[in-house]
């Protein structure tokens, strides 16, 4: 059965840093797409961070640019994102994602609904 675990979520300080990693488990996580997503209560799930297969491609969202790193261990068989200078606002649920197949396009980077496999999500909360 195919499944994503992340880890490394925390508390941490405004302008701290953390590293989120996800472990796929039962697929080779290189042959999918893959992306990390994260949502706070009340609002819509946003795309932080895209990875093509093969980790080709990668696409930020505006608001992370910059700060964010995503990254693949291919020998772990796991994603990473690397967040530095972190604000308050990046407090959320963060979630990983995998796809294959023709919804592997820039242009659904962040479409949640695209996503056929989802982490449980691992909380990350940014203090002042």
């Known amino acids: 059965q195919v499944q994503l675990v992340e880890s490394g979520g925390g508390s941490v300080q405004a302008g701290g840093s953390l590293n989120v990693s996800c472990s796929a488990s039962?697929?080779?996580?290189?042959?999918?797409?893959m992306a990390w997503f994260r949502q706070v209560p009340g609002k819509e799930r946003e795309g932080v961070a895209y990875n093509s297969v093969g980790g080709g491609t990668t696409v930020y969202a505006d608001s992370v640019e910059g700060r964010f790193t995503l990254s693949r261990d291919n020998s772990k068989n796991t994603l990473n994102l690397q967040m530095n200078s972190l604000l308050l606002e990046d407090t959320a649920m963060y979630y990983c994602?995998?796809?294959?197949?023709?919804?592997?396009?820039?242009?659904?980077?962040?479409?949640?609904?695209?996503?056929?496999?989802w982490g449980q999500g691992t909380q990350v909360t940014v203090s002042s």
């Open positions: 994602a995998a796809k294959f197949g023709r919804d592997c396009s820039r242009d659904a980077a962040f479409i949640s609904r695209t996503y056929a496999h």
């Open positions: 039962a697929f080779v996580l290189n042959w999918y797409c």
